[in-house]
């Protein structure tokens, strides 16, 4: 579920005071040595979980700026690149059809819901 900004923020906030300074951690080449990076936005919770999708606003070396990585809250350390940015995220979206794509060429959408019914 996407976040609001506000309960964003609060994420967020809460997660830069977090010392996790004892845990050692195996990053991927590409993403920050850390628990939760001040860098990372995170956008995106998984239900039933404390994962997230995060966009990664200050990579390691070999990373990209605006990268999306997964967070595990579980797996200390083992947050890597889903996506190489945002872009490649959302048109993953509408590919996967998780989010409605124009109907027409005038660029109107519509939803296809798990119930099968369809809305303008």
Not at 86 to 92: I, P, S, V, Y
Request: with cysteine; charged share 35%; aromatic share 14%.
């Amino acid at each position: 579920s996407l976040y609001d900004v506000k309960l964003l923020m609060r994420e967020w906030g809460r997660k830069t005071k977090v010392r996790k300074d004892k845990i050692e951690f195996t990053p991927y080449p590409e993403v920050q040595n850390a628990w939760f990076h001040k860098g990372w936005i995170p956008f995106i919770y998984v239900d039933g979980t404390e994962d997230e999708l995060v966009i990664d606003t200050a990579p390691a070396e070999g990373g990209v700026c605006g990268q999306i990585l997964d967070w595990a809250h579980e797996e200390p350390g083992d947050h890597f690149v889903v996506f190489k940015s945002l872009r490649e995220w959302f048109q993953d979206m509408l590919d996967s059809g998780a989010v409605g794509k124009p109907d027409d060429e005038e660029g109107d959408f519509s939803y296809d819901s798990d119930d099968g019914d369809d809305s303008d």
